[in-house]
């Protein structure tokens, strides 16, 4: 089995085609085949984290997502958010976030920090 390092575009697109491959192929986890796709992967991974980082979501698109997961209405965000208004207006991004409703929605709806204060 040889595997080299991702160093660039080519050899990345070269890794593609060989995980491609052998995804169709379905090999056992264990076998050469299955180790060789388990190492590639994880070589494909760590080049596409560093060469094409993805960005935070939008705080507002981050927030409309959790309450899809959770099956959440708008009125349902009053605690986090205050008044029915209020909660329109941050969905609809005519108000901005503040620290409290941040804080608060941090805290119990576990919205990444990072990704509301940006």
Do not use: W
């Not at 299955?34 to 494909?44: A, C, N, P, Q, S």
Request: proline share 7%; net charge negative; no cysteine.
């Amino acid at each position: 089995m040889e595997i080299r390092p991702i160093h660039n575009e080519h050899d990345y697109k070269e890794a593609r085609r060989i995980v491609s491959t052998l995804v169709d192929a379905d090999p056992a986890p264990g076998t050469p085949d299955g180790d060789r796709l388990e190492v590639l992967t994880i070589l494909i991974d760590r080049y596409e984290v560093e060469h094409f980082p993805l960005g935070l979501p939008d705080p507002v698109d981050a927030i409309k997502f959790r309450m899809e997961q959770a099956g959440l209405s708008a009125s349902d965000m009053q605690p986090y958010l205050g008044n029915l208004d209020r909660v329109n207006e941050v969905l609809n991004r005519k108000r901005g976030l503040s620290l409290a409703m941040i804080r608060r929605l941090h805290r119990e709806l576990k919205i990444s920090a990072e990704v509301l204060i940006a």
